[in-house]
């Protein structure tokens, strides 16, 4: 079956570091474009990031952009979000999704919520304490 798997979230105090790695199983990331995708308790889901597997390039909103940086490895299929500086604020379920796509596409899927991606991740816990 083919799915993302996401591991890397933990509990960090304010100012840490943590890195979120979304694997590919069962297909190939290559030609996809990878979004983060976070969800607070009580709060809508937000698309933070975006990394497009055919280019490299790479797109954040406002809140992380700075702060967060987003990586690919072809050779483990594997797309990677390198989170510093964190925030209590940035505590959130992270997930992240694939669509074979460009990021202006899947970027402006996050405003239609009608949009479906093409596979999403179980999500990770990322939790910062103040």
């Known amino acids: 079956e083919a799915q993302l798997v996401e591991s890397g979230g933990g509990l960090v105090q304010a100012g840490g570091s943590l890195r979120l790695s979304c694997a590919g199983s069962?297909?190939?990331?290559?030609?996809?474009?990878i979004g983060w995708f976070r969800q607070a308790p009580g709060k809508e889901r937000e698309g933070i990031a975006c990394?497009?597997?055919?280019?490299?390039?790479?797109y954040y909103v406002d809140s992380v952009k700075g702060r967060f940086t987003g990586s690919s490895d072809s050779a483990k299929n594997t797309v990677y979000l390198q989170m510093n500086s964190l925030k209590p604020e940035d505590t959130a379920v992270y997930h992240c999704?694939?669509?074979?796509?460009?990021?202006?596409?899947?970027?402006?899927?996050?405003?239609?919520?009608?949009?479906?991606?093409?596979?999403w991740g179980q999500g990770t816990q990322v939790t910062i304490s103040s």
């Open positions: 990394i497009d597997m055919s280019d490299g390039s790479t």
């Open positions: 069962g297909f190939a990331l290559d030609g996809y474009a």
């Open positions: 999704a694939a669509d074979w796509s460009q990021c202006s596409t899947l970027v402006a899927g996050w405003f239609d919520t009608s949009y479906e991606y093409d596979y």
